[in-house]
């Protein structure tokens, strides 16, 4: 039988589901009607989205967004590295099974090893900053959590005085303090016979630490475009649309490169199962699958950015032109982006369209200009096109 914590569960996954199959249907989501205020005649209806994070439509919008707010995140002049810390295949099945209390305590050994890691490299205390998002799968679908963190590449010395930058990071170092930092984590959030011995397998398995993904370099390549290279694997989907090559009402095939072979390799699976494979990732009700931290933490940004600046100018070489400024994107901007055509220009007179009807499927008419133009809301008698 399922408990009352089950059935609440089902239904935040069905909900996520049914918002997915529904987006971009107007009549089911609500939409916001456009229409020219000169002719009366040209009309642009744009359906609302579901936001939500299985959705496949929703995902570019999400990435461009985020690329967007973490460009603006980032210090002139700090070097930012793209650096991935993984779990290891024996512990997958147990952070699926206990994601409500061990995803949140993943997030934070993950600072607390980069801190020590950069500590222990300079040979004095060190705090640095991070830009961390969890990733719940793998290519094929499969449970595989790992973090994906834009971390700096040096920190503080604490008073904010000074910045040490780290141009050569060990990764022998690495991957043995975060074996230490996560297996310790696991060891107290758990608190089991079995998770211990399982512990107890795993340093003896990895004698030499845990496997991380660190770019390496004083200065790595890519580093300007660092946050629109790392959005493409941590805010989209488990699967991109292109990766789904047929699907017939039943049964859905798709692909993915596989890591240990680098071949491309398909698979057909029910359509419940492929379902199954893409909600198993999606993160408790409530967690915060980005987090900001030490010197990146929004509550202190501002604060911070001009101590920052100023530690900054002390270090000889400092790196300029270290961030690129991405702007947000609007509706109307990234739909003439991806089309060549202004929606919101009127294709009989040319003129802009405004505003003419909102409406949601739960609250109705939230908007109408055709009520305001009757309450006699506008001073202006000059004649207005009708409906």
């Given at each position: 039988?399922f408990?009352?914590?089950?059935?609440?569960?089902?239904?935040?996954?069905?909900?996520?589901v049914?918002?997915m199959?529904?987006?971009?249907n107007?009549?089911?989501?609500g939409?916001?009607?456009?229409?020219?205020?000169?002719c009366?005649?040209g009309?642009?209806r744009?359906?609302?989205?579901c936001?939500s994070?299985?959705c496949?439509?929703?995902?570019?919008?999400?990435v461009?967004?985020?690329?967007s707010?973490?460009?603006?995140?980032?210090h002139e002049?700090?070097?930012?590295?793209?650096?991935?810390?993984?779990?290891?295949?024996m512990?997958?099945?147990?952070?699926?099974?206990?994601?409500?209390?061990?995803?949140s305590a993943?997030?934070?050994?993950?600072?607390q090893?980069?801190?020590e890691?950069?500590?222990d490299?300079?040979?004095?205390?060190?705090?640095?900053g991070?830009?961390?998002?969890?990733?719940?799968h793998?290519?094929h679908?499969?449970?595989?959590?790992?973090?994906?963190?834009?971390?700096?590449?040096?920190?503080d010395?604490?008073?904010?005085e000074?910045?040490?930058?780290?141009?050569?990071?060990?990764?022998a170092?690495?991957?043995?303090?975060?074996?230490?930092?996560?297996?310790?984590?696991v060891?107290h959030t758990?608190?089991?016979?079995a998770?211990?011995?399982l512990?107890?397998?795993?340093?003896?398995?990895y004698?030499?630490?845990?496997?991380?993904?660190?770019?390496?370099?004083?200065?790595?390549?890519?580093y300007?475009?660092?946050?629109?290279d790392v959005?493409?694997?941590?805010?989209?989907?488990?699967i991109?649309?292109?990766?789904?090559d047929?699907?017939?009402?039943?049964?859905?095939?798709?692909?993915?490169?596989?890591?240990?072979t680098e071949r491309?390799?398909?698979?057909?699976?029910a359509?419940e199962?492929?379902?199954?494979?893409?909600?198993?990732?999606t993160?408790?009700?409530?967690f915060?699958?980005?987090?900001?931290?030490g010197?990146?933490?929004?509550?202190?940004f501002?604060?911070v950015?001009?101590?920052?600046q100023?530690?900054?100018?002390?270090v000889?070489?400092?790196i300029?032109?270290?961030?690129k400024?991405?702007?947000?994107l609007?509706?109307?901007?990234?739909y003439?982006q991806?089309?060549?055509q202004?929606p919101?220009?009127?294709?009989h007179c040319?003129?802009?369209?405004?505003?003419?009807?909102?409406?949601?499927?739960?609250?109705g008419?939230?908007?109408d200009e055709?009520?305001?133009i009757?309450?006699?809301?506008?001073?202006s008698?000059a004649?207005r096109?009708?409906?």
């Amino acid at each position: 039988m399922f408990s009352i914590q089950d059935t609440n569960t089902i239904g935040y996954y069905d909900g996520l589901v049914a918002k997915m199959l529904a987006c971009g249907n107007p009549e089911q989501m609500g939409y916001v009607e456009y229409r020219c205020l000169q002719c009366g005649q040209g009309t642009h209806r744009v359906a609302m989205s579901c936001k939500s994070s299985l959705c496949l439509r929703c995902a570019k919008v999400s990435v461009d967004n985020w690329v967007s707010q973490v460009s603006q995140m980032l210090h002139e002049g700090v070097i930012y590295r793209h650096i991935i810390l993984t779990v290891p295949a024996m512990f997958r099945t147990t952070f699926s099974q206990n994601a409500a209390v061990l995803l949140s305590a993943f997030m934070r050994c993950g600072v607390q090893c980069l801190d020590e890691f950069y500590s222990d490299v300079r040979g004095k205390a060190l705090k640095g900053g991070s830009i961390t998002v969890i990733h719940t799968h793998g290519r094929h679908g499969q449970s595989h959590p790992h973090r994906h963190l834009i971390a700096t590449s040096g920190g503080d010395d604490g008073q904010g005085e000074r910045w040490e930058p780290l141009h050569d990071l060990p990764y022998a170092l690495l991957r043995r303090t975060w074996q230490w930092h996560l297996l310790r984590m696991v060891r107290h959030t758990l608190k089991t016979e079995a998770i211990t011995q399982l512990v107890d397998t795993c340093f003896r398995t990895y004698p030499n630490g845990l496997v991380p993904n660190v770019q390496q370099g004083a200065v790595p390549s890519q580093y300007q475009t660092l946050a629109r290279d790392v959005a493409k694997y941590v805010v989209s989907p488990p699967i991109a649309v292109r990766r789904i090559d047929r699907y017939d009402g039943a049964r859905v095939t798709y692909h993915d490169r596989s890591h240990r072979t680098e071949r491309v390799e398909h698979e057909t699976v029910a359509v419940e199962t492929f379902i199954g494979r893409m909600v198993q990732h999606t993160v408790p009700k409530g967690f915060k699958r980005i987090r900001y931290d030490g010197v990146q933490a929004t509550k202190t940004f501002a604060k911070v950015k001009g101590v920052m600046q100023a530690a900054l100018a002390k270090v000889a070489g400092m790196i300029k032109g270290a961030v690129k400024i991405i702007a947000r994107l609007t509706y109307r901007q990234r739909y003439e982006q991806s089309t060549g055509q202004d929606p919101l220009i009127c294709p009989h007179c040319r003129g802009e369209m405004g505003v003419w009807r909102l409406w949601h499927p739960t609250y109705g008419v939230i908007y109408d200009e055709v009520q305001v133009i009757k309450r006699g809301t506008y001073a202006s008698s000059a004649q207005r096109a009708g409906p």
